[in-house]
Each structure stands twice: as structure tokens, then as C-alpha cells.
């Protein structure tokens, strides 16, 4: 079966400008997650859709993050505007009912 | 969250087991152990995990105390391409989120 999939690999914006990264799960697994890795930290988690509701969006470090997911199927997490602390590793995993996540390879967001 | 703890690294030859400790002395009666690694430019991959009993998969197995306080993930023939981090999480089962901590760094040697 095809992987997670995540779009951008790499993306690198200025201070101020908007970001959207994209996550598409494995067909058929309800639950999708977001991730990330900011410099020097741990991975921690930012937020957790079932289907196209947010189920629990606690890790999520301040309104300038929004995420969706239209349909139930793939998800978007926009930065707007970006800070120079929002730099990292964004990872998307998805699941369906309690086995393990698959992860996407991330993306890469350098913020100058 | 209930936390674990890791060794930093730990190293190992190629074609060797590899015995990766991970201690809970504070695990709840309804956590399960994950364990998960991430290899160098990738996303964290699931491995194994489990309750009580001890697990295989065709990747590790996975072995716990009795009192559930620790536990060992089993590399039985490492290869260079499982080195990687290696994180031990647990996870309750009415919770989705992993908590990563900064797990163990496995080195395999040629």
C-alpha cells in the first residue's frame, strides 16, 4: 500500500510569509496526526483528526497554526505568518483504530 | 504523561543481537510500551509494542518484565540498516499521542 505521503520535502520562506504543508494518509485510516521537530527538541505532537473533526489539537503551539482536513481525507497545516521559531521537521503519521502510525518523511521548513 | 527512560547509545555489530533497555517504573495498568525508530532523514517507524506479554514481529521482539517496570527490545541480527534512534513510548490506551523523548542512538559496525 502507498505510504503517507508529504508535500513539501523542503520549503524555505521568509519571516512573515504563509506556509502550507500537505499530508495524504493511507487510504482508509481514519486517524491523522501532526508532528513536529524544532531545532534541538524533542518530537512532540501538535494536534490528531478522526476523520475530518480535530479530536485533540493540545499540542499546538499558538493560533498562527491552522489545520485541516477536508473530507476526511488529506490535511493541510498552514503557518501564517511564519517565525523564525516555527523552523523544523513537520511529520504527518495517520492509523486506522489503534494500530501503529505510519509517518510521512516530513517536511522541512527553514524560516530566514 | 508517564515517562521512560533510555540510554543515550549503544553500539553493535553487524549480524549481533541487539538489546535495547527501556525502563517505566511509573507505567499505568492501562499503557502500552511502543517502540518506534527513525532512521537518518526519515519519519519515525513503528517497530512493535505490547502489554503484558512478550511480542514478535518479523522486525524485533519485544520483551517485559513481569512487572511491566522495564523492558527490552530485541534486534536478534542487526544490520546497518537498522541504526537508527530507537524511542520506547508508552501510551495509554485512551490516548493517541506518542510522546518521544530523545530515545536511544544505535550504531551498527560493519
Known amino acids: 500500500e502507498a505510504g503517507v505521503t508529504q508535500f513539501p520535502s523542503h520549503s524555505v520562506i521568509e519571516k512573515g510569509q504563509t506556509v502550507t504543508l500537505r499530508c495524504d494518509p493511507i487510504s482508509g485510516h481514519d486517524n491523522l496526526y501532526w508532528y513536529r521537530r524544532v531545532m534541538g527538541k524533542e518530537i512532540k505532537f501538535l494536534l490528531h483528526f478522526v476523520k475530518e473533526s480535530k479530536q485533540d489539537e493540545s499540542g499546538m503551539p499558538n493560533n498562527r497554526f491552522l489545520a485541516e482536513r477536508t473530507g476526511g481525507t488529506y490535511s493541510t497545516l498552514k503557518v501564517q505568518p511564519a517565525e523564525l521559531e516555527d523552523s523544523g521537521v513537520y511529520f504527518c503519521?495517520?492509523?486506522?483504530?489503534?494500530?501503529?502510525?505510519?509517518f510521512g518523511s516530513g517536511t522541512r521548513l527553514t524560516v530566514v | 504523561d508517564a515517562k521512560t527512560t533510555q540510554p543515550n547509545s549503544m553500539e553493535s555489530n553487524e549480524e549481533e543481537p541487539v538489546h535495547l533497555p527501556c525502563n517505566h517504573s511509573t507505567i499505568s495498568g492501562t499503557d502500552y510500551i511502543h517502540w518506534y525508530r527513525q532512521l537518518p532523514s526519515q519519519g519515525p517507524e513503528y517497530v512493535i509494542h505490547?502489554?503484558?506479554s512478550n511480542v514478535n514481529n518479523r522486525m524485533a521482539s519485544l520483551a517485559i518484565a513481569e512487572d511491566r517496570k522495564s523492558s527490552t527490545l530485541i534486534l536478534h541480527r542487526a544490520t546497518l540498516r537498522d541504526a537508527a534512534v530507537y524511542y520506547c513510548i508508552l501510551r495509554d490506551v485512551d490516548d493517541y499521542k506518542l510522546s518521544f523523548g530523545a530515545g536511544t542512538t544505535v550504531t551498527v559496525r560493519a
Open positions: 503519521a495517520s492509523s486506522h483504530q489503534d494500530y501503529g502510525y505510519t
Open positions: 505490547g502489554l503484558t
